[in-house]
């Protein structure tokens, strides 16, 4: 007898990745196509590869095949990845709260905060805290959000000290500005400049900063739950 308990997440992530490949086939129209591809060269290539080398016996057949067949749906599974959350990006940049729900995905020793600041037209300044020091991601018209982080930016080294480097990041596609799409990127490769003690203590000094400030109406894109969503899943 089945149990319906267990059933229940087996449903739930085909049903994900179902969705996701219909939100990914919108911007990129032959997925299904290059998965098809990937399964077939990676299974075929491992195949081969077994059979010359571990020859014609039927048990060195039958385990070529399944390592093939599961190397191949391995493929699949890291290429869809990698090309739904791709996908997610390009269909969430020009929208509100897309670098916010970009930024999210920092992980472990990167402390973010959406939304210090911002204007009534929506442009906002987000704030990522990590080994660079202060970095200040803006989002929205560039004029105004440029401005908007100039002023931010003047304020945080006030706070922080001329020891921790207050860097500023323009989300777009214009001339010294960065994509969404690689605004994760570009955050990560900038330089050391903090240890993590450091920002713990630049952290606490910016609490009273944020402390003096209203609470900014957030816009909620799609960008936080798809992607994450996206990546949840690829993880099974």
Sequence with gaps: ???????????????????????????????????????????????????????????????????????????????????????????????????????????????????????????????????PGVVLVGEGNTGRTRNLLTAERKKHARIVGEEVPVITVQVGRGDDEVPLTKVIKHVKKLPKAIKPAEQTAVINKLKALDAMRPVAPMPRGPMPTSAKGARKMMRG
Excluded: C
């Excluded at 299904?32 to 990937?38: T, V």
């Excluded at 081969?48 to 385990?63: D, E, M």
């Design 1 to 131: 007898m089945s149990n319906p308990a267990a059933a229940t997440p087996e449903k739930g992530r085909l049903r994900q990745m179902r969705q996701a490949y219909r939100i990914t086939k919108r911007t990129d129209k032959h997925i299904g196509l290059i998965l098809l591809l990937w399964f077939v060269v990676v299974a075929a290539a491992l195949g081969a590869f077994g059979y010359f080398v571990f020859g014609t016996h039927w048990l060195s057949i039958v385990s070529t095949v399944l390592f093939s067949l599961l190397s191949g749906l391995l493929a699949v599974l890291i290429v869809f990845g990698r090309r739904a959350e791709r996908s997610m990006y390009a269909q969430a940049e020009g929208q509100p709260g897309a670098a916010a729900g970009a930024l999210q995905m920092l992980r472990r020793g990167w402390f973010v905060k959406p939304a210090i600041a911002f204007t009534k037209n929506q442009d906002v300044v987000h704030r990522v805290v990590g080994k």
